[in-house]
């Protein structure tokens, strides 16, 4: 007995009429004759009283009723699971820090929304650290995110560009017109800095002690726009990965003469499934890295097994 034989005795069962269930069925009145004739002979069961064109049920077609009512039942629900699953499919889950998503978002909720509406997207503001952690975690698809490749050898790294992180200060601040700074120059500046989160806090601590010195950090706050906000109100400088100052926010960065650069791209998890959504949005991240911020060729690492 087939699924359409199933589907054919059902409806013939509901309107106790072949015509009737042939229109609802979108096929010839034949059709389904012949499918009940052949169930008939397969089963060797007297499913109908014929009389004229009205057709009752048997006892024993009533039986086959209440079997085949709940395999169909079954059916529709296991192709209602797997539109759920497609639909799990086509939504993405991304995590961008903050200083990036300065960049990129504007461009991924905008234009890309308007261009895949059948995508649904759910992005994460978060520091570097834990986006690379939840990677990791399978919690996310991807991120996109600064990263050092010895986080973690179960995560595949693909570089989009190097990201420079300047010295960041008030538009009235002394060093407000230099060009460049040294670690010595500004041992004692107070800074207002990104959490551990971030993976610009290591890299300042990094870049202070291979100077002899050591960062004079007044505050620590997971937030970039609680770090901008302080540096304008004078409290302190900061380090930021230099994509985060945008134009109008009155703020000034200066490149160190040793500069401190991390990469930056598109992580993944080792052996995770990847979907058709999620490589679609991968790859518009990776063309507008090259539209918006003109950067060098992607280079795709991954670390050896421990």
Request: charged share 25%.
């Amino acid at each position: 007995m087939t699924l359409v034989q199933m589907r054919y005795f059902y409806e013939v069962c509901q309107w106790q009429n072949i015509t009737k269930a042939a229109e609802h069925l979108h096929v010839s009145q034949p059709t389904v004759t012949v499918a009940m004739q052949a169930l008939e002979a397969e089963t060797g069961l007297n499913l109908f009283h014929r009389e004229g064109r009205k057709i009752t049920i048997t006892s024993d077609g009533a039986k086959l009723l209440g079997k085949v009512a709940y395999i169909l039942g079954e059916v529709a629900r296991l192709d209602d699971e797997i539109r759920d699953m497609a639909h799990r499919n086509a939504k993405v889950r991304l995590a961008m820090p903050l200083q990036l998503g300065v960049v990129f978002l504007p461009y991924i909720l905008g234009p890309f929304r308007q261009q895949h509406p059948e995508i649904e997207l759910e992005i994460i503001e978060t520091g570097g650290v834990s986006a690379l952690q939840m990677v990791e975690e399978e919690k996310l698809d991807f991120a996109l995110t600064n990263y050092t490749v010895d986080f973690s050898s179960r995560l595949i790294y693909t570089k989009l560009f190097d990201c420079a992180c300047t010295f960041v200060t008030r538009s009235d601040h002394p060093f407000a017109g230099r060009r460049a700074l040294s670690i010595t120059e500004i041992k004692d500046e107070p800074l207002i800095m990104l959490d551990s989160n971030f993976f610009i806090d290591r890299l300042v601590q990094d870049a202070y002690g291979r100077a002899g010195e050591k960062p004079n950090i007044v505050h620590y706050s997971p937030y970039l726009h609680t770090v901008k906000n302080l540096v304008s109100a004078g409290i302190g400088s900061t380090f930021l990965a230099q994509p985060s100052v945008l134009p109008d926010e009155k703020l000034v960065q200066i490149p160190l003469f040793q500069p401190i650069f991390i990469n930056s791209g598109l992580v993944t998890k080792k052996g995770r499934q990847m979907f058709d959504s999620t490589r679609l949005v991968m790859s518009y991240l990776k063309k507008l890295t090259k539209e918006v911020l003109g950067t060098p060729k992607a280079e795709e690492r991954s670390m050896p097994s421990i």
